[in-house]
C-alpha cells in the first residue's frame, strides 16, 4: 500500500516447481496465495518430473536476468537426477528468496546482511514476538539440514539476540537422544518424524519449536490423512512454558519470512 503510494512496484516473488508430486504444489501454491494477499506480484513456472537439468539452469538463468522479478524460489525436494546443489548455486544470491546460496549462508554466519533461509528466520521472529529469552540458554536442534537445522543451529548460537545460545547440533547419528534434548531450555525439532519428541523426553518448563511437517493417515479427513509436528504435542505441551503447533506454526512463519526475503531482496536491488 505505501509502495503504491510512492508509485513504487509492489515486489515480484516467483517459483519453480517441478513435478506434481507430494506436498510441493501445496506449498508452492499457499506461498503464491500469501503474495497475493499481500499485495506482492507473482509468477510460477511448473516444469514436469522428468524436466532436465539443464532446461531448470537455463530458467533460473532466466530469472536471474528479468529485472522485473526480485527474488525466486525452486521449491525442494528436486527429483534424484537433478543436482540441487548445482541449480541452488546458480541463483543470483541478491535473488535467493530462500536464503540457501552459499553465499547467503556464509553471511549468514559471519552475522553479515543477507537473505536468510527462510524457515530459520521465521523461527528467529517467533522467539523475538513471544519475548523468549536465549542469551545463556542451552539450545537442542534435531536435525542438521542446510535449509533448516544447521542454519537455526548457527542463528542461535550467534552473537545477537535471538541467539547467544549454547547450541547442541544432534542427528541421527548422535547416541542418547533424550538424554541430550532433556537438557534443552529450548528445542528445535526438525527431523522429519512424526511424534518423535514425548513427554519424558524434555524438561519442564523447556520452550519447543516444531518444524517438522509430516503427513500421517487420518481416517476422519476427508483427504485421508492430516498434518503433524515432530513432536508429541498433546502429551508435551503441559510440560512446556511455550510450544509451536503443527499445523500453524513455523510453516506461517516461513511464508512471512519469505515475503520479508522477497522485500529485502527488491529494496537492495532497486534501492527504495
Ligand atoms: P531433512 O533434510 O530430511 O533432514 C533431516 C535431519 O534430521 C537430518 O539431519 C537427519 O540426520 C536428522 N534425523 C532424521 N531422523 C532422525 C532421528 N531419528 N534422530 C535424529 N536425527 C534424525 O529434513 P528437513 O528438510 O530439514 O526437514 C525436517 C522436517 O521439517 C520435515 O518434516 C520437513 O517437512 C519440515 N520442514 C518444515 C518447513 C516449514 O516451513 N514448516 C520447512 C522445511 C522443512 P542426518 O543428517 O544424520 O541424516
Keep these: 500500500m505505501q509502495l503504491t503510494k510512492k508509485e513504487i512496484r509492489a515486489p515480484h516473488l516467483s517459483a519453480i516447481l517441478v513435478g506434481e508430486l507430494g506436498p510441493s504444489s501445496t506449498y508452492v501454491n499457499n506461498k503464491i496465495k500469501a503474495c497475493h494477499e499481500v499485495g ?4 510460477l513456472y511448473k516444469y514436469p518430473e522428468n524436466v532436465s537439468e539443464q532446461v531448470l539452469l ?7 536476468e528479468n529485472d522485473d522479478i526480485d527474488g525466486f524460489i525452486v521449491q525442494l525436494p528436486l527429483p534424484a537426477h537433478i543436482n540441487v546443489e548445482k541449480i541452488i548455486e546458480a541463483i543470483d544470491p541478491a535473488k535467493d528468496a530462500d536464503g540457501f546460496h552459499p553465499i547467503n ?5 559471519k552475522n553479515l546482511p543477507a537473505l536468510v533461509s527462510a524457515t530459520p528466520k521465521g523461527i528467529m521472529e517467533m522467539l523475538k514476538y513471544y519475548q523468549i529469552e536465549t542469551a545463556g540458554k542451552h539450545c537442542v536442534v534435531l536435525g542438521r539440514s542446510q535449509i ?6 548457527i542463528l542461535l548460537g550467534r552473537k545477537s539476540y535471538p541467539g547467544d545460545c549454547t547450541v547442541t547440533l544432534a542427528h541421527s547419528k548422535t547416541k542418547n537422544i533424550a538424554g541430550i534434548t532433556q537438557q534443552a531450555d529450548i528445542l528445535i525439532a526438525a527431523i522429519g518424524s512424526p511424534h518423535f519428541i514425548k513427554e519424558d523426553m524434555v524438561k519442564e518448563g523447556a520452550v519447543i519449536i516444531d518444524v517438522g511437517t509430516n503427513s500421517i ?3 476422519g ?6 498434518l503433524t509436528g515432530d513432536v508429541d504435542f498433546e502429551r508435551v505441551a503441559p510440560k512446556c512454558s511455550a510450544i509451536s503447533p503443527v499445523p500453524g506454526g513455523v510453516g506461517l512463519m516461513t511464508i512471512a519470512a519469505l515475503l520479508q526475503n522477497t522485500m529485502q ?3 537492495e536491488r532497486r534501492k527504495f
Design 40 to 43: 506482492f506480484a507473482s509468477s
Design 58 to 64: 537455463d530458467k533460473v538463468k532466466e530469472l536471474n
Design 105 to 109: 549462508l556464509g553471511k549468514m554466519a
Design 148 to 153: 533448516v537445522g544447521l542454519p537455526v543451529s
Design 217 to 219: 493417515p487420518d481416517p
Design 221 to 226: 479427513k476427508k483427504s485421508g490423512y492430516r
Design 265 to 267: 531482496a527488491a529494496k
